[in-house]
């Protein structure tokens, strides 16, 4: 009778063991960390012009495109001026930094899944400072970013930038036929004396 109970317990313990596994298998499964899903956004700036001058306005437009089927929650949607920028305002966006220089606007929104959205910004341009550098000779760069971040990450999940390399003003502009006349005049006065004595010695021989 006592090896017939003690094999029974033996029997009991041996199949108790994988059934305790299986039960906590799947608990463990549920404790383990979950890899949160890939995010997958794009975003576009534009300010729509091909030309401008100091004291004119340019408008922007930042299109967000969430392609992933996860809703993101909390973004956060930053863009940077121009370096020339001597105001910016934004609907529904925050505004920072004053006066010329690098002046940004941040927005904080959901995204959700598939889903298109648009935030405008408008930046006034001033004056391209004398030692500041161009991509081409007599014009000014504008330059703006706009990046978008997820999860509170210090790295953005997508970037895209506007860079146009637009005429200076037109004052600048008249600035450059007032040199021109300045340069004329300047030959004239040189060139003047000599002139008037060619003309006498002319007339002299004709004379003669």
């Known amino acids: 009778m006592r090896t017939t109970a003690v094999r029974a317990l033996r029997t009991a313990a041996v199949c108790a063991l994988p059934c305790t596994a299986a039960l906590a298998a799947p608990s463990a499964a549920a404790l383990a960390p979950q890899a949160p899903p890939a995010v997958s956004v794009t975003v576009e700036v534009t300010d729509g012009a091909d030309d401008t001058e100091a004291g004119r306005r340019l408008d922007y437009r930042i299109t967000v495109h969430n392609l992933g089927a996860e809703a993101v929650h909390g973004a956060r949607i930053e863009q940077r001026m121009p370096a020339t920028t001597t105001s910016a305002t934004a609907s529904r966006g925050l505004v920072q930094g004053h006066g010329m220089g690098r002046q940004t606007v941040t927005w904080r929104s ?78 004239a006065a ?3 004396p000599g002139v008037v004595r060619a003309v006498r010695r002319a007339r002299g021989v004709r004379r003669a």
């Open 110 to 187: 959901d995204l959700p899944a598939h889903d298109v959205q648009v935030f405008t910004a408008s930046a006034v341009l001033g004056d391209r400072p004398g030692s500041a550098p161009s991509a081409a000779p007599g014009t000014l760069r504008a330059a703006a970013t706009a990046c978008v971040y997820v999860d509170g990450n210090y790295a953005p999940a997508a970037c895209s930038g506007d860079v146009d390399d637009l005429p200076e003003s037109r004052a600048d502009a008249g600035g450059g036929h007032w040199g021109w006349w300045a340069a004329a005049v300047a030959v």
């Open 190 to 192: 040189l060139l003047g």
